[in-house]
Structures are given as structure tokens and as C-alpha cells.
């Protein structure tokens, strides 16, 4: 089992930043790809990021390559999702999920809502 929870969301003016963590707990951290999911208002959950167990290997989702970075904290047991020159396209509820066998997500957390707006 592991647990995940989100936290950093809130409201950012167009433009800014904002950072959201996942603190992970049960299983090793260092043994499973991590992944940043989204989901709008009307639209299908999307994932937007994802690291692998070592950090060593990242995907992208093209809407946002060049804008979040993701990363993740072997000490904290912690994965980021740095989101930079956000829009309000990115508004969205945020969800963090663990890949422990390679076949799929398999554990979600809560989710975190991120809202850009002026």
C-alpha cells in the first residue's frame, strides 16, 4: 500500500507560479514512477509529468514542456510539480498517483485544486 497526499494548490494570477508536493508514504519511495495528473472541468484526467524510480528518466505532456518541471526528494519521500508561466488553461485539480509494477497508476491521491485566474 501507499499513501499519497497532495499540497500547494491554491490561486496564482496568469503568469505566475506555483508549486504543488506529494508526500508519499508506505512502499520504498525509490522504487516506483511517479506521476502528475490533471483534470479540468468537462475534460478527461490527463497526465502531465511523470519521473521514474531513480529520477533519472522524465516525460512531459507537450502542453506543458518548457513550463513544469517535476522532480522528487529521496530524504522526504516527496515528489514536485514545478509550474511556472501558468495560464488559465492549467486550471485544474491535481492529482499525484504511484506506478509500483510498471502496468498503470495504482495509487491516487486526493488531489489539490490549482486555479489561475486574476
Known amino acids: 500500500q501507499v499513501q499519497l497526499v497532495e499540497s500547494g494548490g491554491g490561486l496564482v494570477q496568469p503568469g505566475g507560479s506555483l508549486r504543488v508536493s506529494c508526500a508519499a508514504s508506505?512502499?520504498?519511495?525509490?522504487?516506483?514512477?511517479m506521476g502528475w495528473f490533471r483534470q479540468a472541468p468537462g475534460k478527461e484526467r490527463e497526465l502531465v509529468a511523470a519521473?521514474?524510480?531513480?529520477?533519472?528518466?522524465?516525460y512531459y505532456a507537450d502542453s506543458v514542456k518548457g513550463q513544469f518541471t517535476i522532480s522528487r526528494d529521496y530524504a522526504k519521500n516527496t515528489v514536485y510539480l514545478q509550474m511556472n508561466s501558468l495560464k488559465p488553461e492549467d486550471t485544474a485539480v491535481y492529482y499525484c498517483?504511484?506506478?509500483?509494477?510498471?502496468?498503470?497508476?495504482?495509487?491516487w491521491g486526493q488531489g489539490t485544486q490549482v486555479t489561475v485566474s486574476s
Open positions: 498517483a504511484a506506478d509500483l509494477k510498471g502496468f498503470g497508476y495504482d495509487y
Open positions: 508506505g512502499r520504498p519511495f525509490s522504487r516506483y514512477t
Open positions: 519521473i521514474n524510480w531513480n529520477g533519472q528518466n522524465t
